[in-house]
């Protein structure tokens, strides 16, 4: 009850400020965090973001018409979540800031998509279970704003966690499907995260579950600091971008100085940039990890985010087309994210997890927030 208090404080601080400011720009722009490019890059960036929104027939009720969603048929879903975080992280809320009608149409489209039984998808999206985890979490992050579209969002959301529940396995973990025994450590990351969030705001989540999703992933550490891709699998796979999944995660248990989480990041640590380890799951899935690795080292002793984010914050500005402002382009870091998905959703995704990593300092969200 405490911890739910303590949130509840957070939240209606979080969303004073955004009442006061309208926009996630405060003083913290002036820090040595948030630089003139940095800003400009976040402003060029969320504007890409917002011009790629799909606007078609309005209010028909039917999530296939595309209303409001910002990526495509393949991955509609989790693209739109990340969009709607990377646009709420500059502190715009449904019907409140500069892209506020923005975030309303990408929400509403994201409470279409959720069936009878919970599940957060649509005709033909391949986004799965990681899709539902992640607009899990965008609505959760929304629904602290406590905006016009709470009451939906509530309803929306307590079916959406039995959903993640009931998919969980006896391990601990979630695999690909919601109906399907198999598990790995890429969507129990998410899910974990979706249940926390979710928690955060006042919202029934078993304790347990989330004992048992951060049982499976402390139990799918490797001696060198790296993650198992899967729980039981032979070899270690080396991988950055599940390291820092696996590290954001345990971070939530409070015990941020356990020798997984020690470990784990002295591994990222390998891969500062600009001379750091670039092997293939680094490059394959660049912006996977650097959502993750945000938060690891922001809530991580100061001397780590002291160093990762100059570091990772130059090399985000470096990749960005700076005609564009969008990330993910050919020559520019071109990405495989997500994989089958259209060139639209790779830039759309790259985009929301690169101006995203720019803006944790703002500190608007609660995921980001220590």
Known sequence: MQCSVKWFLLIVSCSLCWMANGKGQDEQDDSAWMNAPTRRAISKGLAFIAS????????SGDARNDDGSFGEQHYGVAVTSFACLALMADGNTPGRGLYGLQ?????????????????????????????HGYATLCLAEVYGTQNQLSKEVREKLKIAIKRILESQTPDGGWGYEWNSQEHEGSVTVVQLQALRACRNVGLHVPKRSIDNAIDYIRRSANPDGSFKYRLGMAGSRQSFPL??????SLNATGEYDSREIQKGLEFMMEYLPPQGKTDRYYQAFYYYGQFYAAQAMYHAPSTYWEKWFPAMRDDLL???????????????????????????????????????????????LPIFQK
């Not at 279409?112 to 990681?130: A, L, P, Q, T």
């Not at 390291?243 to 954001?248: E, I, L, P, R, T």
């Open 52 to 59: 790629q929104q799909t606007l078609g027939a309005t209010d």
């Open 103 to 131: 975030v309303t149409k990408g929400i509403k489209f994201l409470l279409r998509c959720v069936e009878k039984n919970g599940y957060i998808s649509r005709h033909g999206d391949e986004s799965r279970m990681h899709g």
């Open 243 to 248: 390291s820092a999944a696996g590290v954001s």
């Open 318 to 364: 470096r990749r960005q087309d700076s005609r564009t402002g969008s990330w993910g382009r050919v020559g520019l870091g071109a990405n495989r994210e997500p994989p089958q998905g259209s060139s639209k959703e790779r830039e759309v995704y790259a985009t929301s997890i690169a101006t995203l990593v720019l803006q944790v300092p703002y500190n608007y």
